[in-house]
């Protein structure tokens, strides 16, 4: 029996519920992420809110602002060299990630004070999330879910051929860049629970744990945003009762359910192809079918 003595206090309550919205918003743009291998995408915009929180911590201006205009900048820019210029989708990522992470480095080497911020926003400090905190990620899920329905047809079409999606005139570029807005939604929303560094783990982990069950999207997305909330509650007592930092816990208890459930999916699968085949021979009727007779019969 688990003990409830964390459930007690408040700032522990108010971590579980804000780590719970992150995981339902984490699971739902997870499972396009994986199905559209867009993880290197999560990757790079995580690390590129670094200048953004950076420079608004040391203007002492809202980091959650500095967050959101990195954010943007940072897809915008990906967005931009990937139509305009003739670098792939990949590398146009990858020069980014490094500028970014780059000039974030830069600012913060000009902060003395800055180790504790930049602690907190490597690895993220869940414990600390207030209730206007909640109210933003609420807002954030609303927002994530509603873009998901609309766009929804057109990601799936965008995900088999963006050919198709263009021919049934469900504008896949639209798509893309909601896609690609919907990455930068999750990886701002999620930065305070798991870290910048982290967030890829909460993003693709939960979606892989679901995906080993099931194909059918919406399905993936709810056994992903139910295996994020149960990383999050392990988390966060092994964080209590061990004194780890609960952003990592969170973001290790997430890999070891992916890690659990491809294990059991494929002793499943094992199980179900050592059972024997048993095989009935067919009955011989004692009466002979009379020639002439409905065929229909004899095909049942």
């Known amino acids: 029996m688990i003990p409830l003595s964390p459930f007690a206090t408040e700032f522990f309550a108010r971590a579980l519920l804000g780590g719970a919205l992150v995981a339902v918003i984490c699971g739902i743009v997870g499972t396009w992420v994986v199905i559209r291998g867009m993880a290197f995408l999560g990757e790079a915009i995580?690390?590129?809110?670094?200048p953004g929180v950076a420079l608004a911590t040391v203007l002492?201006?809202?980091?959650?602002?500095g967050a959101v205009v990195s954010a943007a900048v940072m897809s915008t820019a990906v967005g931009a060299l990937q139509r305009r210029g003739r670098l792939s989708y990949d590398t146009s990522i990858g020069l980014l990630f490094v500028a970014m992470l780059s000039l974030g480095v830069i600012i913060v080497s000009h902060?003395?004070?800055?180790?504790?911020?930049?602690?907190?926003?490597?690895?993220?400090?869940?414990?600390?999330?207030?209730?206007?905190?909640?109210?933003?990620?609420?807002?954030?899920?609303?927002?994530t879910v509603a873009i998901t329905l609309f766009f929804h047809r057109a990601f799936v079409a965008s995900a088999f051929d963006r050919?198709?999606?263009?021919?049934?005139?469900?504008?896949?570029?639209?798509?893309?860049?909601?896609?690609?807005?919907?990455?930068?939604?999750?990886?701002v929303a999620s930065f305070q629970a798991v870290g910048t560094l982290l967030v890829v783990g909460l993003l693709l982990a939960p979606a892989v744990?679901?995906?080993?069950?099931?194909?059918?999207?919406?399905?993936?997305?709810?056994?992903?945003?139910?295996?994020?909330?149960?990383?999050?509650?392990?988390?966060?007592?092994?964080?209590?009762?061990?004194?780890?930092?609960?952003?990592?816990?969170?973001?290790?208890a997430a890999i070891g359910g992916a890690a659990l459930s491809a294990l059991a999916r494929r002793a499943v699968a094992r199980s179900a192809s050592r059972e024997p085949t048993t095989t009935t021979a067919p009955r011989r009727d004692s009466t002979r079918t009379p020639i002439g007779s409905d065929s229909a019969e004899r095909t049942v």
């Open 209 to 252: 744990a679901a995906r080993a069950w099931t194909t059918r999207i919406p399905t993936i997305m709810v056994g992903a945003s139910l295996a994020g909330i149960v990383a999050v509650v392990a988390g966060l007592l092994a964080s209590w009762y061990w004194g780890t930092a609960a952003g990592a816990s969170i973001a290790a």
């Open 111 to 143: 902060s003395r004070s800055f180790a504790t911020d930049a602690t907190a926003l490597l690895f993220g400090d869940v414990l600390a999330i207030e209730a206007s905190d909640i109210a933003i990620l609420a807002a954030a899920l609303a927002a």
């Open 163 to 187: 050919r198709i999606a263009a021919a049934l005139g469900l504008r896949p570029r639209l798509a893309q860049v909601a896609l690609t807005g919907l990455v930068t939604l999750a990886v």
């Open 46 to 50: 995580g690390h590129g809110l670094l």
């Open 60 to 65: 002492g201006l809202p980091v959650l602002g």
